[in-house]
């Protein structure tokens, strides 16, 4: 069975609340989780690195220990010290950690105390009043936890794209080698890049004789088979995703690819539309009574309702269909597009590779230039740079760039916005360098005129350029902070700011509706990595489906500029 970073960093996490629940040394339990988060942020697989006889510590947080680790389980899809663990404690109590209100103290009395193993066990004794008997517990934590209990079964999982898209990437490979199969595409959610899907839904074109769902539903990740018929199935797989595929006969691709793309509103506008012209459309064509007009590709079902292909990314009925019909329909930004990328990270902080191997890296990628924005001084915890620090690494990138042919680095910073918008370092050492990134990194609850302000005031400071993950948000973590976007939008259109669209896949921020709203005011993108090694280049393309989905097109990004253009922009107006 192929491991996946996913399964990896799950293994590390619960060795983390093993520790935790322990009580074994905070730097233990940390680096586990440290480790973990490296692997689950790691665009590429470890299996292929490790394959491509990769050195994993050469990773963020991945000692000597931890890399035979991750080999462990790779090779063998076990981990002996998670084994031993779990002999100790049973899994289930680890889980108990993902309620609310349980640290590892509570957790470690319940099971103890109460013999509680499972969140069923947890509810019945909260429900029979067995908990607040016991010390430190009390009436009160007891109906908390009650609370928390309901609130998490309801709860329902979703995934973040680029963890999604690992799983969906080993299962199209599976079953594109199953014989008979021809086309196979992931479709729903993820075909439209929302940044968290529910589920896959795959669609697959095969012979009439193809074994496709007896291989699907045999498929070695499969933890359990929901339904299987002889044209859908439904599967979850041990990770929790769930699996939906179909499979369509050939001339009824295009019409069963639009209707499993989705979205849903999308699809009943389109259907609406195609009732006033007397046509019904369903997931097996274009119907004029009994007669099929149109089924094998999609852009055949969209000219039977008189409009223009749609880009997957557009298709939220938030106003594409009226754009279609009137011919306004933007020509996404593609990949392809991109000249550099304006956030990166090096081992002067808290990044993980040199300023040569981030350099070429890029190269290697195609770009043209990187911009260089290391963490200020504030942030103590990524060893921010003071100025000392900052003025030898451009004395460094101006070597560098003397040296190397076909990429070129810029002098930036990710400077820290304080509390008052002031900026964690002088206006004569912004002023030096080619683009102040200016970020948000603490005091995340101010009210939303102070955190607006703070910000606005921030962008007042004549070498600031750009501002790095504009809402704040963690996806499923943290909620944005309450700021007024439009204001913010505006000071920078007011300034010649411009605004990033962090493409990490825990970030992806700016948010689809305001980038949107940028492209209205006329500020400029700037889709940006913000890598910390140099596989996390690879996330660009997370960063432009977000952008896809908020409408921006090649000349809406600011890295889709040259060199010598982008410098223009960078140079203040004002
Ligand atoms: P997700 O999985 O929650 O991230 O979102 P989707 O959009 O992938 O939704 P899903 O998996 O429930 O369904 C996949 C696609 O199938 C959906 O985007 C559109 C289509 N679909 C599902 N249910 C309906 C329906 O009741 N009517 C229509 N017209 N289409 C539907
Ligand atoms: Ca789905
Ligand atoms: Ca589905």
Redesign the pocket.
Known sequence: MPIHNADIAAVFEEIADHLEIQGANPFRIRAYRNAARTLGELPQEARALLEKGEDLTRLPGIGDDLAAKVREIVDTGRCSLLERLRRELPPAVTGLLQIPGLGPKRVKALYHDLEVQTVEQLYRAARDGRIRALPGFGEKTELNILQAVEAHVSQTR?FKLAVAAQYAGTLTAFLQAVPGVDQVTV????R?M?E????L?ILVTAAADSPVMQHFTAYDEVADVLSAGSTRASVVLKSDLQV?LRVVAQQAYGAALH??????AH??AI?RLAQKLGLKINEYGVFRGSERIASDSEASVYKCVGLPYIPPELREDRGEIEAAREGRLPKLVELSDLRGDLHAHTKATDGHDSLREMALAVKGLGLHYLAITEHSRRLTVAHGLDPLRLTRQCDEIDRLNAELDGITLLKGIEVDILEDGSLDLPDEVLGRLDLVVGAVHSQFHLSRAKQTERILRAMDHPYFTLLAHPSGRLIEQRAPYDVDMLRIIRHARDRGCFLELNAHPDRLDLLDSHCQMAKEEGVLVSVNSDAHSSFDFANLRYGVGQARRGWLEKDDVLNTRSLAALRCLLKRTM
Do not use: C, E, L
Request: no cysteine.
């Open positions: 979703r479709a729903g959610s993820f439209r929302r968290t899907v529910g589920d839904d939906d209707y499993f793309t989705g979205s849903k699809n009943i259907r």
